[in-house]
C-alpha cells in the first residue's frame, strides 16, 4: 500500500492559445461576484451552448481517464486534458481560477478534491479521481470520475461503486418542484446505509456564464435548502463519500482537501439540466463510467 499523499512539485504553468475564449478571471485569478446571478438558462441557445461545454468537458475526462496508469504522474493527466481541451477550442477552467495553477484537479486516495497535478506517480492500488471543467462557447460543463491504478482493494471497491451510485441517485430526484435538499437526503441515506461519511464542507453549485453559481447542492441532508428546482436549472451534483468520518483537513497549498482521519475518499461528478419533465445529464458518457466500462468492476 502507498503511504500518505504529500505535496510534489509542480511543472512550470500551461498556456492557452489566444484565440480561444477565457473566463472573466482568466488574467487576475478573481471570479465575478457570484451573489445574484442564477442558474436558470431561459433560451433554447443558451441550453444548446451549455450542452456543448458538456459533451466537451465529457471527452476531455473520457481522454484523461484513458491515459491513468500505474506510473503515470498527476501532471502527466494534466498535460494531456489540458491539450484535450485547448485542441476542442476550449479553456481549462481550473487554470488561474482562485490562482489555481493546474488544468483539472486529480484527487489521489486520502485526497477529497482539488489536488494539484504534480510530479506524483500513480501506484497500483491507488484510487484517483480526475475533475475536469471546461470553458466553452462562454459556458462552463464540470464532471469528474474515480477510477482505480491496478487492481482495487475490496474496501476501496466498496467506495467507489457507492459514491457512482449515490450520485445517480441523486441525480434520478432532479424535477422541476423538487426541493435542493432531496438531492442531499437522496445521497446521505445510500451513504449511511453503506457505512460512509458525506463529505459537507464542499457542495455541487450552479453553472453556467460562471464556474461556480448558487444554488450551494449540499450532499448531506440540509433542511434549511427549501429551495424548488426549476426548468432551465443547471447545476452540479458532486458527491464525495469517505471509509471514515466527514471532516477534512486543508493542506499547506491551500487547495488540496484531505480526509482528517486519512482514510480514502471517492467523488462522482455530473452537470445536469431541470428539464420541463425531470432531468437531462449535459456531461453524460455514452459508455458509462470507467471502474465499470473498461475496468470491468
Ligand atoms: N471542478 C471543481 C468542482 O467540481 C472545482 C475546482 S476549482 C479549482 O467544482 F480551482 F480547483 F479548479
Ligand atoms: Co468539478
Ligand atoms: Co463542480
Known sequence: MSGPITLGHLSPPRSVPPHIPRPEYAETGEPAPRGRVSCVKSTPEAIERMRAAGRVAREVLEITLDAV???ITTDALDAIAHEAAVARGAYPSPLNYRGFP??????VNEVIC????DDRKLMRGDLVNCDIT???QGMHGDCSETVFVGEPDAESLHLVRTTYDAMMAGIAVV??????NSIGKTIARIAKDAGLGVVRAFAGHGIGELFHMPPSVAHHYERTLRLRMEPGMTFTIEPMLNLGGPDCHILADDWTAITADRRRSAQFEH?????????EILTGS?????FQT???Y
Open 69 to 71: 496508469k500505474p506510473g
Open 102 to 107: 493546474k488544468s483539472i484537479c486529480t484527487s
Open 114 to 117: 482539488h489536488g494539484i497535478p
Open 134 to 136: 471546461v470553458y466553452y
Open 175 to 180: 424535477k422541476p418542484g423538487e426541493r435542493f
Open 271 to 279: 452537470t445536469v439540466l431541470v428539464t420541463p419533465t425531470g432531468v
Open 286 to 290: 455514452a459508455r458509462g463510467p470507467l
Open 294 to 296: 473498461s475496468q470491468g
